[in-house]
């Protein structure tokens, strides 16, 4: 089950987002990880709407969006880079509410699948405000990506190219991004780094197939290149990669100029900013991000005399993670010697997963805790090892 907590709802239009930040230990909760207007004690309540109030409607499990919290990191993200093209990762969560949130804060959107990319047209989304990205996009998914006129599409392979073009229609052009590898590895775990050589997504600089798609995309007269794109990881909790590949990728625009003579308008360094998961942890701010990928891009645009591309973003996780919670009912408590294990109610487990589970509550939203708090897994009824 999923609940929208939306502003009227919440009561919380205007609060300043400095009455949510890390309190005093003996007061009453902290800003991370939970949405803005998340409080703990002496009721937790997402929104002025009381937790357990979600559950005795709605039964559990329930996963519960914060409208105020999202629309807050939207317009930090738009703070911290004015000049800049803000897109939503879709694929870190999406409903049409929340693809009407996105609309209405400015962002456009990234999609990266034709589910996806449907969820945003049922939700009235500007077409010229999505871009269709993903590895293995399929020829009806490019189809209903034109049909919708989607403002761009990335290039991710080589085959792509010529399947792209032979389904523009007449006397149209498709904008284009080429997904290029800068070799730079990022990312909390290995199977979520995006920006090295090895592994399955984008173009190789490395190999040749990065300046052969550059010169197949000049070649077709459907497509219209108008900037390089990467993505280096999920989780990144540091600026320096950014830092690292923002470098690679104005060489490479660099290169497009020097070899054919025209220069991208676009830059695309997406998103994959880290957000906190536990109370001691810090993800990496809007405003972090953005001194040092501005930086570094005028530095390296001005000593290779490029003007400055239009940077585009696509946050992700850390616009939607922190504002989603889930409500989990407990069944039962098991202690071995060496772990302990908290069973909750989990939804059947036949049927595909809603929405991926960000975090459970920690703390019983109708209990007062008692005693010191421990770790514990959380196992549902699959016969799996492990929570």
Request: with cysteine.
């Amino acid at each position: 089950m999923m609940c929208l907590l939306q502003q009227d709802q919440a009561g919380v239009l205007q609060q300043d987002r400095a009455r949510v930040l890390r309190q005093d230990r003996a007061g009453q909760e902290t800003a991370e990880p939970w949405s803005s207007t998340t409080r703990l004690r002496p009721v937790a309540r997402t929104g002025d709407v009381p937790l357990m109030d979600i559950v005795e409607r709605h039964g559990t499990p329930a996963y519960v969006m914060d409208e105020t919290d999202v629309r807050e990191r939207c317009r930090a993200f738009r703070a911290a880079l004015p000049d800049a093209d803000i897109l939503y990762a879709a694929k870190a969560f999406l409903c049409r509410a929340m693809a009407t949130w996105i609309r209405q804060e400015g962002l456009g959107l990234d999609v990266c699948s034709g589910g996806e990319l449907a969820v945003a047209r049922s939700a009235g989304f500007p077409a010229d405000r999505i871009v269709f990205h993903g590895n293995a996009k399929t020829p009806r998914e490019l189809l209903e990506a034109v049909e919708y006129d989607v403002g761009r599409i990335v290039v991710d392979n080589l085959a792509e190219i010529t399947r792209l073009a032979a389904l523009i229609p007449p006397g149209r052009r498709q904008q284009v991004l080429l997904r290029v590898v800068p070799d730079v590895e990022a990312g909390a775990h290995r199977a979520i780094r995006t920006g090295g050589e090895d592994q399955k997504f984008g173009l190789s600089i490395a190999s040749g197939d990065a300046a052969e798609a550059v010169s197949r995309v000049l070649g077709r007269p459907e497509l219209r290149l108008v900037g390089l794109h990467c993505h280096l990881g999920s989780q990144i909790r540091a600026a320096e990669p950014y830092e690292r590949a923002a470098r690679v990728m104005v060489e490479q625009l660099a290169h497009v100029r020097d070899t054919y003579g025209i220069v991208l308008p676009q830059l695309d360094l997406v998103g994959g900013q880290g957000i906190a998961y536990l109370e001691d942890e810090r993800g990496l701010t809007p405003e972090a991000f953005a001194r040092t990928v501005l930086k570094v891009t005028r530095d390296r645009c001005a000593a290779l005399d490029l003007p400055m591309p239009l940077l585009v973003i696509e946050p992700g996780r850390s616009i939607s993670g922190p504002a989603g919670l889930t409500l989990y009912r407990v069944i039962a408590v098991k202690r071995t010697l060496t772990r302990t294990f908290v069973a909750v109610g989990r939804r059947d487990e036949r049927q595909p997963a809603p929405v991926p589970v960000r975090r459970a509550l920690h703390r019983p939203p109708g209990r007062r805790p008692v005693g010191r708090a421990r770790p514990a897994g959380h196992p549902g009824r699959a016969p799996l090892r492990g929570g």
